[in-house]
């Protein structure tokens, strides 16, 4: 079946370390999303791409890091400089010029 | 910039009963799309509706249907027959569909719904 792949669900990093978020996709979508989920928040755009080794900034890329080599795959690193990294964290996919997002299942992030 | 508000962060619906979430948005574009997702407990994101702006016609899909109301950049949701398994957050998004424009949806805060048995 298709759709996409997000690894782990839980993940505990301990202050000062770099943690790499993993996605992957086999719907053969264009377009690859990470959003953050904080409560009373919403959804926030971290990054996107909508070419292999391409990407753009989202609303709020300080601190994160991420690739597309592959159309497949588009992980995510939180990196040291990210000051309150505890979150849920959603990766999506789309086909470019068309309607809504498939979504992975997430990652929860803990700084511990 | 665009910017999607939903204004009522809890919700509560008796099953059986029907409910309407609102949502209001501002842009300067014409041509765009409106959504919105579910997420229950399990936290995976499920696209419940959606609508074209250059359509008048109001989606529904099942027991779900929106208000769209174009020129007061409204998009509420009304959920009939209310069931347990409705009880989820609920976010409102938009995305442009301006050529050259990004396939990014922007978000609302979300509205938490509760369904009472």
């Known amino acids: 079946d298709g759709g996409i792949t997000q690894s782990p669900k839980y993940l505990f990093r301990k202050e000062g370390q770099n943690v790499t978020l993993s996605c992957e996709q086999n719907?053969?979508?264009?377009?690859m999303y990470w959003y953050r989920q904080d409560p009373g928040q919403g959804l926030r755009l971290i990054y996107y791409?909508?070419?292999?080794?391409?990407?753009q900034k989202g609303d709020i890329a300080e601190g994160y890091s991420v690739s597309r080599e592959k159309k497949e795959s588009f992980p995510l690193t939180v990196t040291s400089a990210q000051k309150n990294p505890t979150a849920f964290y959603l990766c999506?996919?789309?086909?470019?010029?068309?309607?809504?997002?498939?979504f992975g299942s997430g990652t929860r992030l803990t700084v511990v | 910039a665009q910017t999607v508000t939903q204004s009522q962060p809890e919700m509560s619906v008796q099953e059986a009963e029907t409910v309407t979430l609102s949502c209001t948005y501002d842009?300067?574009?014409?041509?765009?799309?409106l959504f919105w997702y579910k997420q229950p407990p399990s936290r995976q994101m499920i696209l419940v509706i959606r609508q074209e702006a250059y359509k008048q016609q109001n989606a529904t899909e099942n027991r779900f249907s929106v208000n769209f109301q174009k020129a007061a950049k409204s998009f509420s949701l009304k959920i009939s027959d209310s069931q347990l398994g409705d009880a989820a957050m609920y976010f409102c998004a938009y995305r442009s569909a301006v050529g050259g424009a990004t396939n990014k949806l922007i978000f609302g805060t979300g509205t938490l719904l509760a369904v009472q048995p």
């Open positions: 719907l053969n979508h264009d377009a």
């Open positions: 999506a996919s789309s086909i470019l010029g068309v309607h809504g997002y498939t």
């Open positions: 842009t300067s574009e014409s041509d765009y799309y």
């Open positions: 791409s909508q070419i292999v080794n391409d990407f």
